[in-house]
Protein backbone atom coordinates (compact mmCIF):
# COMPACT_ATOMS: atom_id res chain seq x y z
CA UNK A 1 0.00 0.00 0.00
CA UNK A 2 1.45 3.05 -0.82
CA UNK A 3 1.40 6.35 1.14
CA UNK A 4 1.04 8.77 -1.88
CA UNK A 5 -0.16 7.05 -4.70
CA UNK A 6 -3.56 4.84 -5.20
CA UNK A 7 -3.96 1.62 -6.40
CA UNK A 8 -4.86 2.75 -9.74
CA UNK A 9 -1.76 5.21 -9.62
CA UNK A 10 0.66 2.95 -8.99
CA UNK A 11 -0.57 0.44 -11.56
CA UNK A 12 0.04 3.02 -13.93
CA UNK A 13 3.42 3.44 -13.01
CA UNK A 14 4.50 0.27 -13.29
CA UNK A 15 3.25 -0.14 -16.63
CA UNK A 16 4.75 2.66 -17.97
CA UNK A 17 8.23 1.37 -15.91
CA UNK A 18 7.46 -2.01 -18.08
CA UNK A 19 6.83 -0.57 -21.02
CA UNK A 20 9.47 2.11 -20.72
CA UNK A 21 6.89 4.85 -21.91
CA UNK A 22 6.46 8.45 -19.85
CA UNK A 23 3.48 9.09 -18.03
CA UNK A 24 1.93 11.75 -16.37
CA UNK A 25 0.09 11.71 -13.15
CA UNK A 26 -2.37 14.76 -12.20
CA UNK A 27 -2.29 15.28 -8.32
CA UNK A 28 -4.94 13.84 -6.44
CA UNK A 29 -3.24 13.59 -3.39
CA UNK A 30 -2.53 16.65 -1.57
CA UNK A 31 0.11 15.59 0.79
CA UNK A 32 2.64 15.05 -2.43
CA UNK A 33 2.02 18.80 -3.00
CA UNK A 34 3.19 19.90 0.39
CA UNK A 35 6.38 17.84 0.29
CA UNK A 36 7.99 21.41 -0.94
CA UNK A 37 7.58 25.20 -1.25
CA UNK A 38 8.94 27.79 -1.54
CA UNK A 39 8.95 28.80 2.71
CA UNK A 40 10.24 25.17 2.91
CA UNK A 41 13.11 25.42 -0.19
CA UNK A 42 14.43 28.58 1.91
CA UNK A 43 14.36 27.36 5.16
CA UNK A 44 16.72 24.04 3.53
CA UNK A 45 19.28 26.31 2.05
CA UNK A 46 19.49 28.53 5.08
CA UNK A 47 20.98 25.20 6.70
CA UNK A 48 24.71 27.05 5.53
CA UNK A 49 27.24 23.56 6.30
CA UNK A 50 25.10 21.55 4.64
CA UNK A 51 25.94 22.45 1.33
CA UNK A 52 29.09 22.72 -0.72
CA UNK A 53 30.56 22.57 -4.22
CA UNK A 54 29.47 18.68 -4.71
CA UNK A 55 25.70 19.05 -4.04
CA UNK A 56 24.73 22.85 -4.26
CA UNK A 57 25.09 24.27 -7.96
CA UNK A 58 24.37 27.24 -9.79
CA UNK A 59 23.18 26.85 -14.11
CA UNK A 60 22.50 30.54 -16.33
CA UNK A 61 20.83 29.88 -19.31
CA UNK A 62 22.43 26.25 -19.81
CA UNK A 63 25.88 26.97 -18.30
CA UNK A 64 27.12 26.00 -14.82
CA UNK A 65 28.00 28.60 -12.94
CA UNK A 66 31.61 28.01 -10.99
CA UNK A 67 31.34 27.38 -7.51
CA UNK A 68 33.98 29.60 -6.52
CA UNK A 69 31.97 32.70 -8.34
CA UNK A 70 29.54 32.50 -5.82
CA UNK A 71 31.04 30.64 -2.75
CA UNK A 72 32.62 31.93 0.75
CA UNK A 73 34.92 30.75 3.37
CA UNK A 74 31.89 31.65 5.87
CA UNK A 75 34.31 33.68 8.59
CA UNK A 76 32.26 36.60 7.95
CA UNK A 77 28.82 34.96 8.22
CA UNK A 78 29.34 32.29 10.73
CA UNK A 79 30.01 29.37 8.50
CA UNK A 80 32.32 26.18 9.37
CA UNK A 81 33.72 25.46 5.81
CA UNK A 82 33.33 26.72 2.40
CA UNK A 83 29.54 26.94 1.49
CA UNK A 84 27.84 28.78 -1.03
CA UNK A 85 27.55 33.27 -0.20
CA UNK A 86 23.44 33.90 0.15
CA UNK A 87 24.09 36.85 -1.45
CA UNK A 88 26.07 35.70 -4.61
CA UNK A 89 23.36 33.56 -5.32
CA UNK A 90 20.34 35.47 -4.68
CA UNK A 91 22.20 37.61 -7.35
CA UNK A 92 22.63 34.96 -10.08
CA UNK A 93 18.79 34.06 -9.13
CA UNK A 94 17.69 37.54 -10.13
CA UNK A 95 19.56 37.23 -13.20
CA UNK A 96 17.13 33.83 -13.81
CA UNK A 97 19.84 31.38 -12.65
CA UNK A 98 18.45 27.77 -11.88
CA UNK A 99 19.57 26.45 -8.34
CA UNK A 100 20.05 22.75 -8.33
CA UNK A 101 20.19 20.67 -4.96
CA UNK A 102 21.45 17.30 -4.66
CA UNK A 103 21.31 14.11 -2.59
CA UNK A 104 17.63 16.02 -0.18
CA UNK A 105 16.57 12.59 0.88
CA UNK A 106 17.36 12.88 4.55
CA UNK A 107 16.89 16.42 5.14
CA UNK A 108 13.07 16.25 4.98
CA UNK A 109 11.13 13.55 6.49
CA UNK A 110 8.09 14.00 3.88
CA UNK A 111 10.92 13.11 0.82
CA UNK A 112 11.92 10.63 2.56
CA UNK A 113 9.07 8.81 3.15
CA UNK A 114 7.83 9.32 -0.90
CA UNK A 115 11.73 8.50 -1.69
CA UNK A 116 11.10 5.06 0.62
CA UNK A 117 7.78 4.72 -1.44
CA UNK A 118 8.96 4.54 -4.94
CA UNK A 119 11.69 2.25 -3.72
CA UNK A 120 8.89 -0.07 -2.98
CA UNK A 121 7.02 0.78 -6.06
CA UNK A 122 10.29 -0.11 -8.01
CA UNK A 123 13.14 -1.76 -6.36
CA UNK A 124 15.06 0.70 -7.39
CA UNK A 125 17.58 2.30 -5.41
CA UNK A 126 16.53 6.14 -5.06
CA UNK A 127 17.82 9.42 -4.73
CA UNK A 128 16.59 12.83 -5.09
CA UNK A 129 17.62 16.62 -6.44
CA UNK A 130 15.75 19.53 -6.45
CA UNK A 131 15.49 21.93 -9.57
CA UNK A 132 14.41 25.70 -8.63
CA UNK A 133 13.80 27.83 -12.03
CA UNK A 134 13.18 31.32 -12.86
CA UNK A 135 10.42 32.17 -15.53
CA UNK A 136 11.75 31.28 -19.38
CA UNK A 137 15.23 31.02 -18.10
CA UNK A 138 16.49 27.17 -19.30
CA UNK A 139 18.90 25.21 -16.91
CA UNK A 140 19.76 22.42 -19.47
CA UNK A 141 19.12 21.85 -23.20
CA UNK A 142 17.64 18.62 -23.93
CA UNK A 143 19.30 15.32 -22.46
CA UNK A 144 18.55 12.01 -20.81
CA UNK A 145 18.54 10.26 -17.57
CA UNK A 146 20.64 7.29 -16.64
CA UNK A 147 18.57 6.23 -14.21
CA UNK A 148 14.51 6.59 -14.42
CA UNK A 149 12.98 9.80 -12.87
CA UNK A 150 9.82 10.37 -10.91
CA UNK A 151 9.92 14.54 -11.04
CA UNK A 152 7.60 15.96 -8.70
CA UNK A 153 6.13 19.38 -9.11
CA UNK A 154 5.95 21.25 -6.13
CA UNK A 155 5.86 24.96 -6.64
CA UNK A 156 4.67 27.46 -9.93
CA UNK A 157 4.36 25.89 -13.51
CA UNK A 158 6.61 24.18 -15.72
CA UNK A 159 6.80 22.67 -19.20
CA UNK A 160 8.30 19.61 -20.40
CA UNK A 161 9.18 19.06 -23.82
CA UNK A 162 9.01 15.01 -24.43
CA UNK A 163 11.20 14.50 -27.44
CA UNK A 164 11.01 11.47 -29.81
CA UNK A 165 14.28 9.60 -29.80
CA UNK A 166 15.52 7.38 -27.01
CA UNK A 167 19.08 6.47 -25.75
CA UNK A 168 18.79 2.27 -25.11
CA UNK A 169 19.57 1.78 -21.54
CA UNK A 170 22.35 4.63 -21.06
CA UNK A 171 24.86 3.96 -17.95
CA UNK A 172 27.09 6.62 -16.49
CA UNK A 173 30.10 6.17 -18.06
CA UNK A 174 32.32 8.32 -20.79
CA UNK A 175 30.85 6.27 -23.28
CA UNK A 176 27.56 7.90 -22.81
CA UNK A 177 28.92 11.85 -22.38
CA UNK A 178 27.87 13.52 -25.23
CA UNK A 179 28.34 17.38 -26.07
CA UNK A 180 25.11 20.25 -26.16
CA UNK A 181 25.70 20.45 -30.09
CA UNK A 182 25.28 16.28 -29.88
CA UNK A 183 22.29 15.60 -27.54
CA UNK A 184 20.42 18.16 -29.24
CA UNK A 185 20.85 16.99 -32.52
CA UNK A 186 19.91 13.16 -31.00
CA UNK A 187 17.51 14.45 -29.52
CA UNK A 188 14.55 14.87 -32.54
CA UNK A 189 11.90 16.40 -32.48
CA UNK A 190 9.42 17.39 -29.49
CA UNK A 191 6.41 14.84 -29.46
CA UNK A 192 4.67 15.84 -26.28
CA UNK A 193 4.39 18.87 -23.91
CA UNK A 194 3.17 18.16 -20.48
CA UNK A 195 2.67 21.34 -18.20
CA UNK A 196 2.86 20.66 -14.74
CA UNK A 197 1.07 21.98 -11.81
CA UNK A 198 2.10 21.71 -8.02
CA UNK A 199 1.52 17.70 -6.82
CA UNK A 200 1.84 16.27 -10.60
CA UNK A 201 4.13 13.80 -11.01
CA UNK A 202 5.70 12.90 -14.52
CA UNK A 203 7.70 9.56 -14.61
CA UNK A 204 10.66 9.36 -17.30
CA UNK A 205 12.27 6.27 -18.43
CA UNK A 206 16.19 5.90 -18.17
CA UNK A 207 17.12 6.93 -21.72
CA UNK A 208 13.95 9.42 -22.65
CA UNK A 209 15.21 12.74 -24.21
CA UNK A 210 13.32 15.95 -22.34
CA UNK A 211 13.63 19.34 -21.35
CA UNK A 212 11.84 21.79 -19.32
CA UNK A 213 10.92 25.42 -19.14
CA UNK A 214 9.55 27.63 -15.96
CA UNK A 215 6.42 29.12 -17.46
CA UNK A 216 5.97 31.14 -13.74
CA UNK A 217 8.78 32.08 -11.64
CA UNK A 218 9.69 30.07 -8.29
CA UNK A 219 9.10 26.48 -10.05
CA UNK A 220 10.21 23.91 -8.28
CA UNK A 221 10.42 20.34 -9.24
CA UNK A 222 12.39 17.28 -6.86
CA UNK A 223 13.80 14.53 -9.45
CA UNK A 224 13.68 11.44 -7.61
CA UNK A 225 16.20 9.18 -9.38
CA UNK A 226 15.50 5.44 -9.70
CA UNK A 227 18.52 3.08 -10.19
CA UNK A 228 17.74 -0.43 -10.62
CA UNK A 229 20.11 -3.34 -10.26
CA UNK A 230 22.19 -4.27 -14.07
CA UNK A 231 23.67 -7.50 -15.40
CA UNK A 232 26.90 -5.15 -14.21
CA UNK A 233 26.42 -5.32 -11.24
CA UNK A 234 26.49 -8.71 -10.90
CA UNK A 235 29.89 -8.83 -12.55
CA UNK A 236 31.34 -6.55 -9.25
CA UNK A 237 28.83 -8.11 -6.94
CA UNK A 238 30.84 -11.88 -8.31
CA UNK A 239 34.30 -10.05 -8.46
CA UNK A 240 35.65 -11.93 -5.16
CA UNK A 241 34.63 -15.18 -7.06
CA UNK A 242 37.21 -14.14 -9.89
CA UNK A 243 39.72 -13.24 -8.21
CA UNK A 244 40.04 -16.67 -5.95
CA UNK A 245 40.10 -18.44 -9.52
CA UNK A 246 43.26 -19.64 -9.39
CA UNK A 247 43.06 -19.44 -13.70
CA UNK A 248 41.75 -16.28 -13.96
CA UNK A 249 45.13 -15.17 -11.70
CA UNK A 250 47.46 -17.23 -13.49
CA UNK A 251 49.62 -15.37 -16.49
CA UNK A 252 48.88 -15.54 -20.27
CA UNK A 253 52.88 -16.18 -21.01
CA UNK A 254 51.91 -16.47 -24.65
CA UNK A 255 50.01 -15.54 -27.83
CA UNK A 256 51.44 -16.54 -31.00
CA UNK A 257 47.75 -16.99 -33.07
CA UNK A 258 44.08 -16.38 -32.98
CA UNK A 259 44.12 -20.08 -32.09
CA UNK A 260 45.94 -19.64 -29.00
CA UNK A 261 43.22 -16.43 -28.52
CA UNK A 262 40.04 -18.48 -28.82
CA UNK A 263 41.80 -21.05 -26.34
CA UNK A 264 41.98 -18.45 -23.53
CA UNK A 265 38.48 -17.23 -24.41
CA UNK A 266 37.12 -20.75 -23.96
CA UNK A 267 38.61 -21.48 -20.88
CA UNK A 268 37.75 -17.80 -19.63
CA UNK A 269 34.43 -18.99 -20.81
CA UNK A 270 33.74 -22.38 -18.83
CA UNK A 271 35.64 -20.63 -16.00
CA UNK A 272 33.07 -17.96 -15.94
CA UNK A 273 30.23 -20.92 -16.23
CA UNK A 274 31.25 -22.62 -13.16
CA UNK A 275 31.39 -19.42 -11.24
CA UNK A 276 27.92 -18.61 -12.48
CA UNK A 277 26.04 -21.46 -12.51
CA UNK A 278 26.28 -22.50 -8.94
CA UNK A 279 23.51 -23.37 -6.74
CA UNK A 280 24.70 -21.05 -3.86
CA UNK A 281 25.70 -17.82 -6.46
CA UNK A 282 21.83 -18.20 -7.39
CA UNK A 283 20.97 -17.72 -3.59
CA UNK A 284 23.23 -15.13 -3.11
CA UNK A 285 21.85 -13.14 -6.69
CA UNK A 286 18.67 -13.43 -5.44
CA UNK A 287 19.27 -12.01 -2.28
CA UNK A 288 21.48 -9.53 -3.74
CA UNK A 289 18.34 -8.17 -6.33
CA UNK A 290 16.11 -8.47 -2.99
CA UNK A 291 18.39 -6.17 -1.03
CA UNK A 292 18.88 -3.54 -4.12
CA UNK A 293 17.11 -0.46 -2.49
CA UNK A 294 18.70 1.88 0.01
CA UNK A 295 17.77 1.52 3.69
CA UNK A 296 16.02 4.84 4.14
CA UNK A 297 16.39 5.30 7.89
CA UNK A 298 15.99 8.59 9.97
CA UNK A 299 16.64 9.29 13.73
CA UNK A 300 13.60 9.08 16.76
CA UNK A 301 14.91 10.90 19.29
CA UNK A 302 11.69 11.55 20.71
CA UNK A 303 10.33 8.09 21.20
CA UNK A 304 13.65 7.96 22.80
CA UNK A 305 13.48 10.39 25.28
CA UNK A 306 9.51 9.05 25.94
CA UNK A 307 10.79 5.23 26.43
CA UNK A 308 13.27 6.35 28.64
CA UNK A 309 17.06 4.71 29.12
CA UNK A 310 16.99 0.86 27.79
CA UNK A 311 18.73 -1.78 29.67
CA UNK A 312 19.73 -5.14 27.75
CA UNK A 313 20.33 -8.37 29.74
CA UNK A 314 23.42 -9.86 29.35
CA UNK A 315 23.69 -13.64 27.87
CA UNK A 316 26.09 -14.47 29.96
CA UNK A 317 24.14 -14.57 33.18
CA UNK A 318 20.44 -16.72 33.52
CA UNK A 319 17.80 -17.31 36.49
CA UNK A 320 17.10 -20.66 37.26
CA UNK A 321 13.96 -21.79 39.64
CA UNK A 322 14.70 -23.88 42.65
CA UNK A 323 11.45 -25.16 44.46
CA UNK A 324 9.88 -21.37 45.49
CA UNK A 325 13.17 -19.74 44.93
CA UNK A 326 14.82 -18.01 41.98
CA UNK A 327 18.92 -17.47 41.71
CA UNK A 328 20.89 -15.54 39.22
CA UNK A 329 23.51 -17.98 37.50
CA UNK A 330 26.86 -17.16 35.89
CA UNK A 331 29.48 -19.36 35.30
CA UNK A 332 30.80 -19.00 38.40
CA UNK A 333 28.22 -17.80 41.08
CA UNK A 334 24.74 -18.71 41.95
CA UNK A 335 22.38 -15.63 43.35
CA UNK A 336 19.50 -15.75 45.11
CA UNK A 337 16.99 -13.18 44.11
CA UNK A 338 14.69 -11.53 46.68
CA UNK A 339 11.07 -12.47 47.17
CA UNK A 340 10.33 -9.26 46.16
CA UNK A 341 11.79 -9.29 42.89
CA UNK A 342 10.88 -12.77 41.63
CA UNK A 343 8.37 -11.97 39.58
CA UNK A 344 10.19 -8.97 37.99
CA UNK A 345 13.07 -10.83 37.33
CA UNK A 346 11.00 -13.48 35.33
CA UNK A 347 9.92 -10.73 33.17
CA UNK A 348 13.23 -8.94 32.41
CA UNK A 349 14.91 -12.01 31.81
CA UNK A 350 12.17 -12.80 29.41
CA UNK A 351 12.14 -9.51 27.80
CA UNK A 352 15.40 -9.33 27.29
CA UNK A 353 15.52 -5.94 27.01
CA UNK A 354 13.59 -3.43 29.59
CA UNK A 355 13.37 0.14 30.47
CA UNK A 356 11.84 2.28 33.62
CA UNK A 357 8.77 2.67 31.82
CA UNK A 358 8.00 -1.49 30.59
CA UNK A 359 8.56 -1.77 34.13
CA UNK A 360 5.89 0.48 35.40
CA UNK A 361 3.79 -0.12 32.29
CA UNK A 362 3.95 -3.99 33.36
CA UNK A 363 3.59 -3.66 37.15
CA UNK A 364 2.00 -0.16 37.99
CA UNK A 365 1.60 -0.85 41.58
CA UNK A 366 5.28 -0.78 42.30
CA UNK A 367 6.83 2.28 43.65
CA UNK A 368 9.61 4.44 42.14
CA UNK A 369 11.55 3.48 45.00
CA UNK A 370 11.37 -0.28 44.48
CA UNK A 371 11.97 -0.18 40.65
CA UNK A 372 14.94 1.57 41.46
CA UNK A 373 16.13 -0.31 43.70
CA UNK A 374 15.44 -3.04 41.26
CA UNK A 375 17.29 -1.11 38.79
CA UNK A 376 20.40 -0.12 40.56
CA UNK A 377 21.09 -4.02 42.00
CA UNK A 378 20.77 -5.27 38.37
CA UNK A 379 23.44 -2.83 37.43
CA UNK A 380 25.31 -3.88 40.29
CA UNK A 381 25.35 -7.20 39.64
CA UNK A 382 26.41 -6.60 35.95
CA UNK A 383 23.19 -7.82 34.72
CA UNK A 384 22.94 -5.77 32.10
CA UNK A 385 25.39 -5.05 29.46
Not at 50 to 61: A, H, I, T, Y
Not at 109 to 125: E, F, P, S
Not at 188 to 198: H, R, S, T
Not at 237 to 247: A, H, L, Q, S
Request: glycine residues 4%; hydrophobic residues 35%; negative net charge.
Amino acid sequence: MSNYFSDKQVKLLEEAKSSKNYVHLKNENQSLKDIMNLKNLNKIISMHNCWGQNNFSLVLDKNIIPFRNFSTDGNDLGFSKTSPDPIKVENYIKKGASLVLNDLIYLSKDIQLLADDLQIITNGKCQANLYFSMQSHQAFAPHYDTHDVFALHCEGEKVWNIYENFEQDPINHPIFKNSLDERTKKSGKIIDQVLLKPGDLLYLPRGQFHDALASKNGAIHIAFGITYMKPLDLFQYYWENYIVNEYFRSDVKELNSIKDVKEIHSKIVNELDKIINNNDLYEHSLQYFQNWPYKLVGYDIKKIVNEGVQYQVSDKISISEDGSKLFLVDEKNKVPVPDKFIEIMKFTFDKKIISYKILKDKYPNLTDETLDEFLNAMKNMMVFI
